[in-house]
Every structure is written in C-alpha cells, then in structure tokens.
C-alpha cells in the first residue's frame, strides 16, 4: 500500500519560506520519482517540481525555479520541498506525488499518487 503523509503547510508573509515534507512507504520512496503538485483555488493542478529515485535528476516549473529545491532523505524515507522567496501566487494546495516509474516527470497522469495535501498561503 503507498502511502503519503504531507506535512509543514502554514501561513507565511511574501518573501518568507517554508519546507514542506512528505514522508513516504519505503518500497515506494525507494523504486518511484517524486513529485509536488498544486492546486489553486479555482485552478487546475499543476506541476511543481520532481525527483528522480535515486535522488540524482530534479526538474522544476519555470514558476519555481530558483526559489525552490526538492530533495530526498533516504534515511528518512521523506521527500521535501523547500520553498524560498515565497509569493502570494504560490498560495494552494501541495500535493505530494508518487510516480508510476523511477525517472521524473512533469506530467499529471504519470503520478496515480497523491498525498491528502497541505495548504500553503503565503500574504503579501
């Protein structure tokens, strides 16, 4: 069974940061990529970031790149998202994901996945 607990969602100012955590089964954090999702009030979701898993290849939304970064802890079997610089249209839902394959993707149905979800809100 996959299972996937987010946590680390909150209120913060624009400019502020955040690190969301996402603490996975280990056969699944040891065999499938990673992803974060999020949806917008009103919006449809969309891709965030992801990770290989081995931990060795990343890929980010052009809307996030530079502000935030995912990794890994193998010790931990947890997935992160660390959020930097944080903006009033980062504010949604997160949601983590786990592939259907090991090497990373951007797209929605290669994640049949998905956490419960945390809600990021971020005040300008």
């Known amino acids: 069974q996959v299972q996937l607990v987010e946590s680390g969602g909150g209120l913060v100012q624009a400019g502020g940061s955040l690190r969301l955590s996402c603490a996975v089964s280990?056969?699944?954090?040891?065999?499938?990529?990673m992803g974060w999702f999020r949806r917008a009030a009103g919006k449809p979701s969309e891709f965030v970031a992801t990770?290989?898993?081995?931990?060795?290849?990343?890929f980010y939304a052009d809307s996030v790149k530079g502000r935030f970064t995912i990794f890994r802890d193998a010790a931990k079997n947890t997935v992160y998202l660390q959020m930097d610089n944080l903006k009033p249209e980062d504010t949604a839902v997160y949601y983590c994901?786990?592939?259907?394959?090991?090497?990373?993707?951007?797209?929605?149905?290669?994640?049949?996945?998905w956490g419960q979800g945390t809600q990021v809100t971020v005040s300008s």
């Open positions: 994901t786990a592939a259907s394959k090991g090497s990373i993707s951007a797209m929605n149905h290669q994640y049949p996945y």
């Open positions: 280990p056969r699944t954090f040891n065999n499938a990529a």
């Open positions: 990770i290989d898993w081995a931990g060795l290849n990343t």
